[in-house]
């Protein structure tokens, strides 16, 4: 059974920066395509950052880049999202999705998949 935890949310500062981690287990580690969600209350839930399938070819969403950054450990399992300068209008629930079809790119981030198995979320608030 695939599981995906995320962890590392929280609150932060303006300019702050913080790494959430995602540990998927149950799953077949370089053969799922994985990202980064969020979504916040009364919005639609949106693609942050995705590898391929296999781990490569990262997509980061253009109004983030620079500031987000994707990265992955396999010999733990885990999936990290750096991010630097958060601002406000970061804030939202981050969701962490392993998705078992091929992706040749992390651009599957730009739909949300129903057909990824999701975790639960952290939060992550950030103040002015």
């Known amino acids: 059974q695939v599981q995906v935890v995320e962890s590392g949310g929280g609150l932060v500062q303006a300019g702050g920066s913080l790494n959430l981690s995602c540990t998927i287990t149950?799953?077949?580690?370089?053969?799922?395509?994985m990202g980064w969600f969020r979504q916040t209350p009364g919005k639609q839930r949106e693609g942050v950052s995705c590898?391929?399938?296999?781990?490569?070819?990262?997509y980061v969403q253009s109004s983030l880049k620079g500031r987000f950054t994707i990265a992955r450990d396999k010999s733990v399992n885990t999936l990290y999202l750096r991010m630097n300068n958060l601002k406000p209008d970061d804030s939202a629930m981050y969701y962490c999705?392993?998705?078992?079809?091929?992706w040749g790119s992390g651009t599957w981030c730009l739909a949300v998949p129903r057909e990824a198995y999701w975790g639960l979320g952290t939060q992550v608030t950030v103040s002015a």
């Open positions: 999705a392993a998705d078992p079809r091929h």
């Open positions: 149950g799953a077949p580690f370089d053969q799922y395509a």
């Open positions: 590898f391929s399938s296999g781990g490569q070819k990262p």
